[in-house]
């Protein structure tokens, strides 16, 4: 069955921000004190909220110096991930062709509401989304809350959507809600690591993307 609705994640499918979260994480350690965790460390954790990244990579810090830490990223965040906002070069042609070709379009992203908000208004993007979710308003991925309060909000069920993402964790959360999803081998997550979780394709591009969905 062809899906009505398209819920993309944002950071590592169709913003190029790998690199700039790595080095935000490394710049905000370093500017605490706390030893600088290696970019291998970083990568895998990409796509979970903020809070369960920092807890990840720095178990043994008390509760307040990890909250120094979120602060400091979140404060930084705001520059490579939005003032330098980079989109995929065959991002916005894939939403052009999916909304031309009649698909609902969505978000649910592990970012907070202020840095997606500040990020679809940088790129331009609003006039695409019915509807956008993030890890400050639900439980961060694989948890499916998100794809159920945006299937809740446009009143479909998770079976008539499918989930775009570069992580294993996008996947992960699709499968919890009862939804099929695509994976793009273009963000943080390798091919490899993505065909190990479910998935109906791992797809190079986004460009790729619109065929796909037209062969379902």
């Known amino acids: 069955m062809k899906p009505k609705l398209v819920i993309f994640d944002w950071d590592g499918t169709l913003a190029d921000t790998t690199s700039p979260i790595i080095a935000t994480f490394q710049a905000s350690f370093r500017e605490n004190g706390h030893p600088v965790p290696e970019s291998d460390r970083i990568r895998p954790l990409i796509g979970y909220n903020l809070p369960t990244i920092v807890r990840h990579l720095a178990p043994d810090l008390s509760l307040r110096q990890q909250e120094e830490i979120i602060e400091t990223y979140a404060a930084h965040h705001l520059n490579p991930n939005n003032h330098n906002m980079t989109l995929f070069p065959d991002a916005i042609p894939c939403l052009q062709t999916l909304k031309a070709q009649g698909y609902w379009l969505a978000v649910a992203t592990g970012k907070g509401r202020t840095g997606l908000d500040n990020s679809i208004a940088q790129t331009g993007t609003a006039g695409f989304w019915l509807a956008t979710t993030c890890a400050s308003e639900k439980p961060s991925k694989p948890a499916p809350d998100m794809v159920f309060k945006l299937c809740d909000e446009l009143g479909l069920m998770p079976s008539e959507t499918i989930v775009v ?14 939804a ?10 390798t091919e490899e690591k993505l065909r190990t979780a479910p998935h109906l394709a791992v797809l190079p591009n986004l460009s790729a993307l619109p065929d796909f969905l037209a062969a379902l």
């Open 165 to 178: 993402g570069d992580t294993t964790h996008d996947l992960e959360m699709a499968a919890n809600a009862g």
């Open 180 to 189: 099929p999803a695509v994976a793009v081998a273009i963000g943080a997550h």
